[in-house]
C-alpha cells in the first residue's frame, strides 16, 4: 500500500488548542467567567445582546490570532506533507490546523475568522482578525455574526466528517473525550480493520476499541507521527 492510499483522519478537540495557550472555552483573561453560555453561545443571546456576543468572540478572535501551532499540530501537518492523504476533522474554532500546514480542514463547530448571515447559514464572508460590530449587514440584509455553531443549531459538517470516518485507514483522536453529541458519535463510524488511537490528558469511557495513550498532545502525537512514518518506510 501506498502512502496517498492510506488515508488518516485526525478528530482533534480542546485540549489540542489548549496546549497552545487557548482556554478550551472561556479566554485566559478570565472576564467571561460569570456569563453563563446561554449569555454567550445560543441564537436567542444574540437576538437580546449582539454587543455582548461580538465582544465575548473578538475577544476569542483576538486570543486565537496570537496562539501558534504546537508540536502535535505541526506533526499532524508532517503527515500530509509526506503523501499521506490527511483529513482534519475539528471541534476548535480557531485556524491552528490551517496555520501548521494542513490543507484538508473540517470545522465542526465553526471558525472564529469567518462571519455568517444571520439568515442564511451558508452565506459565509471572511473577516480574518477583525472585530465584528453591531450593526454589520450580510450580503441578505441580515445581522452579521460570527460563523460559530451555537448551542441548539444543526452541525454542517457532520455528515462529510462521517464520510471521511468511514473511508479512514487510520483514526486518531486527539485532545478531546468526545462524549459530547453530536461528535461523540463519531467514533463509532470507523470502518472494520480501521488502526484507532486516543490520545488525550484525561482518561476517557472509550468502549469504541480506540488504543488509548493518555499524555498531551504535543508530547504524544509527534510519537505516533513518527512510529507511522517508520512503518511506511519499512513496507
Known amino acids: 500500500m501506498n502512502q496517498q492510499a492510506i488515508k488518516i483522519v485526525i478528530i482533534s478537540g480542546a485540549g489540542i488548542s489548549a496546549e497552545s495557550g487557548l482556554a478550551t472555552f472561556r479566554d485566559p483573561d478570565g472576564l467571561w467567567q460569570q456569563y453563563d453560555l446561554e449569555d454567550l453561545a445560543t441564537p436567542q443571546a444574540f437576538a437580546r445582546n449582539p454587543a455582548l456576543v461580538h465582544r465575548f468572540y473578538n475577544s476569542r478572535r483576538i486570543h486565537a490570532a496570537k496562539a501558534e501551532p504546537n508540536a502535535a499540530h505541526l506533526a499532524i501537518a508532517k503527515l500530509e506533507q509526506q503523501a499521506f492523504n490527511v483529513v482534519v476533522v475539528t471541534q476548535n474554532v480557531d485556524d491552528l490546523h490551517e496555520r501548521a500546514g494542513s490543507s484538508k480542514v473540517l470545522h465542526l463547530h465553526g471558525k472564529l475568522n469567518e462571519a455568517r448571515s444571520s439568515k442564511n447559514p451558508n452565506l459565509i464572508e471572511v473577516i480574518g482578525q477583525r472585530e465584528l460590530k453591531v450593526g454589520e ?11 460559530i455553531v451555537w448551542f441548539g ?11 471521511e470516518i468511514a473511508s479512514a485507514d487510520k483514526i486518531l483522536v486527539v485532545g478531546t473525550s468526545l462524549q459530547v453529541y453530536p461528535a ?14 486516543l490520545i488525550n490528558l484525561e482518561a476517557t469511557d472509550n468502549d469504541a476499541g480506540y488504543q488509548f495513550i493518555q499524555g498531551k498532545a504535543a508530547t504524544e502525537v509527534p510519537k505516533l507521527v513518527e512510529k507511522w512514518l517508520a512503518q511506511q518506510k519499512d513496507l
Do not use: T, W
Open 137 to 147: 449587514l450580510a450580503a441578505d440584509g441580515s445581522a452579521l455574526r460570527p460563523n
Open 153 to 163: 443549531e444543526d452541525v454542517p459538517a457532520m455528515q462529510p466528517a462521517i464520510k
Open 184 to 197: 461523540a458519535s463519531l467514533l463509532f463510524y470507523a470502518r472494520k480493520g480501521a488502526e484507532k488511537v
